[in-house]
Nanobody, 123 residues
């Protein structure tokens, strides 16, 4: 089970940190990712990390502004979002892949999903 939190309302240029806590199997069992989705659009890849956190992938649209990290001891994955823009407004979802070395950007490669946390960036 995945529980995402940390969303909210922020002004342009502001920062937020999203958290995703997993229960059940150890977090180190999973490759983890963040996706986002707005109404009427497909789920969009944001960032991913392998089980150890030593390798990550980031979408071009957020590169240099967002970063993914994980603390396996705390069973938590983070998405640090800086320099937020109105186009970053979306529901953000964390996802877990049973393949620990996965950094896939494809939603169907993920086995478990959190409930989503809303991020709204106002101008």
């Amino acid at each position: 089970q995945l529980q995402a939190s940390g969303g909210g309302l922020v002004q342009v240029g502001g920062s937020l940190r999203l958290s995703c806590t997993i229960s059940g199997r150890p977090l180190s069992s999973y490759g983890m990712a963040w996706f986002r989705q707005t109404s009427g659009k497909e789920r969009e890849f944001v960032a991913a990390t392998v089980w150890s956190g030593t390798m990550t992938s980031t979408a071009d649209s957020v590169k240099g502004r967002f970063s993914i990290s994980r603390d396996n001891a705390k069973s938590t994955v983070y998405l640090q979002m800086n320099g937020l823009k109105p186009e970053d407004t979306a529901a953000y979802y964390c996802a877990a892949s049973s393949r620990p070395y996965s950094r896939s950007s494809t939603p169907s490669d993920y086995d478990y999903w959190g409930q989503g946390t809303q991020v709204t960036v106002s101008s």
